[in-house]
């Protein structure tokens, strides 16, 4: 697996401590993006939260799944949750060790109080000491959170005295990309009241049953009945897919806090397991759990993002759309368009391509996107995505054949192609809505529903590389078009 070691280094570590008639809890900041550069301990709230219990077991959650792998179990995991500021809510989002489930923590303007909110992203500590202390916290005193240092302790601090050396693996950045593009295709499927939510959610198994994750056993799919979800073996018509059930265990941090539950997924599916997001409700707050189609596969490779990525016209996008964000909490799509001249279709694009560098997410809630900065270079996961580069290395080979009509029977070979891999010669054909098939094994397995297989992402390049060359000019020949004519 490739990965990198990125060292975050904090002022001091995060910790709860209390003060005269409340507690503070200080989380600190690791470099991070704020509206004018670079910062190396960015301050983005000081203020009250207005249900502190509720926020603390939110954060705890987000922790949980930062420090989980529900897949290969035995090999540790450690992340630091990432924060962005959007001005006027705070997300605190982190990814599992196995790249299977996306958290987030919402803190909408509702539940902070007391202060301004700021701009940016970074990386904050959550160390053992302080789970522990967020864990006994009771009561509903006052909780005072500060997000980033205060003044005093940047001006008499040296230097960092806490720095962490953590693996960030490559496929992490893809699953943050593709979670994005697998919730911007979701609906709202079902909405329980509190009661229900808390009575469903305890019900599910909090570890994997024999076989679960491995290819052994079925997904799990609920389908609303009434005012709850029933549980069924089989993809009924209006069902959710829920694979792996025990990874929604973190929402018991916040059960006793839930004032409901909603279930998105996808419109329509052919029986194929799904990934889903589920989001319990709190004062002031969200917290949401977005779970891959399968507990062995991890969103990284799930190829949503592998069509804007293969073209030039989504890049160039990409840079114009980038200049415009500004931190919003939910980006107007129509909106972008408007300023930078596109279409709202070339905009969506852009917004996956900025995805791929972790430069903008997706609510679900909101149905809509948001803009956040992660520390990661731009073209990282174009460069290690394997099916990508395999295609571009097929392309540079030349190895696709795009195949030309013939006079006599024009429209029979349009929209196919031979891709030459290995010792096989593979067919693509362009299909309904544009869509490429292939011959090749993935695309039997899959059918599309894991994005593109290296063959069709290579004729997708060359047909790009054929429009953007002017063709060759040719002598003016009366006989070269007569009927019968079979070039």
């Known amino acids: 697996m490739s990965r990198s070691v990125q060292a975050l280094a904090y002022a001091r570590p995060s910790a709860l401590t209390a003060e005269k008639g409340s507690s503070l809890l200080g989380l600190e900041t690791s470099g991070g993006l704020t509206p004018v550069g670079p910062e190396a301990h960015p301050t983005f709230f000081a203020g009250f939260l207005s249900s502190p219990q509720a926020a603390a077991r939110g954060l705890l959650a987000v922790a949980d799944v930062a420090a989980a792998r529900y897949y290969q179990r035995t090999l540790r995991a450690s992340l630091d949750p990432v924060v962005t500021a959007n001005g006027d809510r705070l997300r605190f989002e982190s990814f599992s060790g196995c790249c299977g489930v996306y958290a987030r ?61 953590v693996p960030l693996p490559d496929r992490w950045l893809r699953g943050f990309a593709e979670s994005q593009v697998v919730t911007a295709g979701f609906d ?63 929402l018991q941090r916040v059960l006793r806090h839930a004032t409901g539950l909603r279930v998105y997924g996808p419109a329509g599916h052919d029986g194929a397991a799904t990934a889903g997001a589920w989001e319990v409700t709190l004062p002031g707050m969200r917290l949401t759990l977005t779970l891959s189609p399968e507990p062995s596969r991890g969103f990284s490779g799930e190829g949503g993002v592998l069509e804007a990525l293969a073209t030039d016209e989504a890049a160039a996008d990409a840079e114009l759309v980038s200049v415009l964000l500004s931190w919003e909490p939910l980006i107007d799509v129509a909106d972008l368009a408007a300023q930078s001249g596109l279409s709202t279709q070339r905009v969506r694009a852009a ?23 992660l520390p990661y270079d731009a073209r990282r996961a174009e460069r290690h995505n394997p099916r990508l580069a395999a295609a571009r290395t097929l392309l540079a080979d030349g190895a696709v054949l795009l195949h030309t009509p013939t006079a006599a029977g024009a429209g029979t070979d349009a929209g196919t192609a031979t891709v030459r ?67």
């Not at 509702?110 to 904050?124: I, M, P, R, S, Y």
């Not at 917004?351 to 900065?373: I, Q, W």
Request: proline share 8%; with cysteine.
């Open 351 to 373: 917004l996956v391509r900025l995805g791929t560098a972790g430069r903008v997410g997706y609510d679900a809630a909101d149905a809509a996107y948001f803009h956040r900065e």
């Open 188 to 250: 709202l499927r079902a909405e329980l009241s509190a009661a229900e939510a808390v009575r469903f959610l305890r019900s599910l198994p909090r570890t994997a049953t024999t076989g679960a994750g491995a290819g052994g056993r079925a997904p799990l799919w609920v389908v609303p009945a009434g005012r709850t979800l029933r549980p069924t073996t089989r993809p009924v018509p209006g069902a959710v897919c829920l694979p792996g059930p025990e990874r929604l265990s973190a």
């Open 105 to 165: 923590l919402d803190v909408l303007p509702e539940g902070l109080d007391g202060a301004d909110t700021g701009h940016g992203t970074t990386n904050v500590d959550v160390n053992n000491p302080l789970r522990e202390a967020l864990s006994r916290m009771t009561g509903d005193e006052p909780l005072h959170l500060r997000v980033g240092p205060d003044e005093l302790a940047v001006t008499t601090l040296d230097g960092p005295v806490v720095e962490k050396k």
């Open 421 to 487: 891999s290995g010792e096989r010669r593979y067919q693509v054909r362009e299909a309904a809505g544009g869509v490429l098939g292939c011959t090749c094994q993935w695309w039997a397995d899959y059918r599309g529903r894991r994005g593109p297989c290296k063959h069709a992402l290579a004729v997708r390049m060359a047909r790009r590389d054929q429009a953007a060359t002017p063709p060759a000019a040719t002598p003016t020949n009366p006989t070269a078009t007569a009927a019968g004519d079979t070039r």
